[in-house]
């Protein structure tokens, strides 16, 4: 190849030795550039044109060129040449088009499109799969429906683009408005078509259309069967996808590695963790998605040690992880609170150029947060080129945790001030550093924010940060009121806050009604005996101290005896009435 590159060099080099030159010249020259994709001696064929003024007498030296630099991504040149092409065809047009598209650039893309004087097939059919792409899925149907107005049919490769556009934006009424002019159309019968099909609904959450598809396919390939396995993986039906791969095996059909890895993640969310760990090791080739998604079901199945270990295996097989594996084995040193794994693991993703990937450096803000090296967390996030919600929500939490609650405040402003949209998770380090550093006033103020200025509803974790502050600062009444107004029903943690708070406070009254609630809700939770339990001590009162004992070690005795004698009790003295 360095051969005919070498020559196609000389022989440019040749044409500047002489001047000027013909068509004749210039046509094959230019083709040879087209031939061996050489877009450094094409840009000096074009320069060695301009410098002598050539104009050739139609588009085809020109739209060559173009094509090329278009096919090479090489933008600035294309649109130079375009702009100064004194004949335009709708080949040139294409060519722009099509880089265009491939750059993900929709603004241009629609610009140039909207202002051709003639449009072909390819046109069109660059247009919807450049649309769909970056996710623009009415845009490619308006093109869809323009293109068949126009008189030209759309391919089987314009319909799945459009679909695919859909499956990506989750928009069900444009996939359907497409699926009805598939029907009736040459491509009704079109696996390639149906699998897009099958696929987008299964993605925008329409299971079963899905699978009335996937039923009536006359020829299924394993992409179909790949569709409806992912499909009900991520519509949190994991059996069906199990018993698909099941049914697969017994038609003697081969699975891939997409195959596979959904079947892996279908395992794990049903809690099959053995059986998953049987498939991967019967696995003859094992691809990095396979690997990733054992080791993610590892760490989100609390298998965290499990996670680090196939993570070890991993590299000695050579198998390069990507930023995703990375940062799951970051968060499994994070849930083991192990600093030294996690240092190593973040040397390993310098090493591999990930270090500043959003998912990876959240990940280590979190993980450091964790272990309580605060000063590391900092580093990390002051040094991210980008950051999201997750990333300010890391360092945030992870400060309150650690007991640098104005710091984590103050971060919380400045997130605000980026215009970073809060979540829930962003509230619960805020609530809880207003608790520990014991700021009331500041503390309400943002939980009522987060219903007022962020249209988002409390939840069971605000209630219950609210309840511990109010009581932490002797506000028992009002987080009574609190719990009586709250929008969900209050369950073990709220109850188990109060009880919490009231042992804090020697509050017997309120501690009493808290551990009957606890007491109904979950009557074999040691917790909530022990707690009371302890209160009774505290103040003295041995008897009921000794009742509750007895009750919590027997756990015989009828849980309505109990909740009559406490209705029998004066909440304020503990005395009976």
Not at 263 to 288: M, P, R, T
Not at 339 to 349: D, E, M, N, R, S
Request: charged residues 20%; hydrophobic residues 40%.
């Amino acid at each position: 190849m360095n051969a005919p590159k070498h020559k196609l060099r000389e022989a440019i080099d040749l044409l500047y030795s002489r001047g000027c030159a013909s068509s004749g010249a210039y046509t094959p020259l230019v083709l040879e550039c087209v031939r061996y994709n050489n877009t450094e001696q094409a840009k000096r064929l074009q320069s060695h044109m301009d410098l002598h003024f050539y104009q050739p007498t139609n588009t085809f030296l020109h739209n060559r060129l173009l094509h090329l630099y278009a096919k090479s991504g090489f933008l600035s040149d294309a649109q130079n040449l375009f702009e100064k092409m004194p004949q335009r065809d709708v080949f040139s047009y294409n060519a722009m088009l099509s880089v265009y598209s491939k750059l993900g650039l929709v603004e241009d893309l629609w610009a140039l499109f909207s202002r051709m004087p003639r449009c072909d097939s390819v046109s069109y059919n660059t247009m919807i799969a450049g649309l769909a792409a970056s996710g623009c899925s009415g845009k490619a149907l308006e093109v869809l429906i323009r293109m068949q107005k126009e008189g030209f049919e759309p391919t089987e490769y314009t319909h799945v683009s459009a679909l695919n556009a859909c499956s990506r934006t989750f928009d069900l009424r444009h996939g359907k408005q497409i699926h009805g002019r598939i029907v009736g159309s040459n491509f009704e019968g079109n696996a390639y078509i149906w699998n897009a099909l099958s696929d987008m609904y299964a993605k925008c959450g329409e299971i079963h259309q899905a699978r009335w598809l996937f039923d009536r396919m006359v020829e299924k390939n394993v992409v179909s069967w790949n569709s409806m396995i992912s499909g009900y993986l991520k519509n949190g039906q994991p059996e069906k996808s199990i018993g698909l791969f099941h049914e697969m095996q017994v038609l003697g059909l081969k699975p891939d590695e997409f195959t596979v890895s959904n079947v892996l993640g279908a395992f794990f969310q049903s809690g099959y963790v053995n059986e998953a760990q049987k498939i991967f090791i019967e696995l003859k080739e094992k691809d990095k998605i396979c690997w990733t998604t054992m080791i993610v079901g590892y760490a989100q199945s609390g298998r965290e040690e499990d996670a680090l270990m196939l993570f070890g295996h991993m590299l000695l097989e050579n198998v390069k992880p990507d930023s995703f594996t990375i940062s799951s084995v970051v968060s499994s040193c994070a849930r083991l609170s192990s600093l030294y794994y996690g240092q190593v693991i973040h040397g390993k993703a310098a090493h591999m150029g990930v270090e500043s990937d959003l998912l990876v450096s959240s990940a280590l803000v979190d993980m450091y947060s964790k272990c309580g090296e605060t000063k590391d967390a900092w580093v990390v996030f002051s040094m991210m080129p980008l950051r999201n919600f997750v990333s300010w929500n890391s360092i945030i939490v992870g400060y309150a945790q650690n007991g640098k609650d104005l710091d984590a405040l103050a971060l919380f402003e400045k997130m605000k001030q980026e215009n970073v949209k809060p979540d829930s998770v962003t509230f619960v380090g805020v609530l809880s550093s207003c608790v520990h550093a014991g700021l009331v006033e500041r503390g309400q103020q943002y939980f009522n924010s987060i219903r007022d200025l962020h249209g988002m509803t409390p939840t069971l974790d605000h209630y219950a940060c609210m309840i511990n502050l109010f009581g932490r600062l002797g506000q028992m009444d009002k987080a009574i009121d609190l719990i009586k107004c709250m929008a969900h029903e209050p369950n073990s943690l709220i109850w188990s806050t109060l009880l919490s708070v009231c042992a804090l406070k020697g509050d017997i009254g309120h501690g009493e009604m808290a551990a009957r609630k606890l007491f109904e809700l979950d009557p074999h939770n040691a917790g909530p005996y022990i707690t009371l339990s302890n209160m009774y001590a505290a103040c003295g009162r041995w008897k009921d101290m000794a009742s509750i004992r007895s009750l919590m070690k027997s756990n015989k005795r009828e849980l309505s005896d109990w909740k009559i004698n406490l209705r029998g009790r004066n909440t304020t003295t503990g005395k009976l009435q």
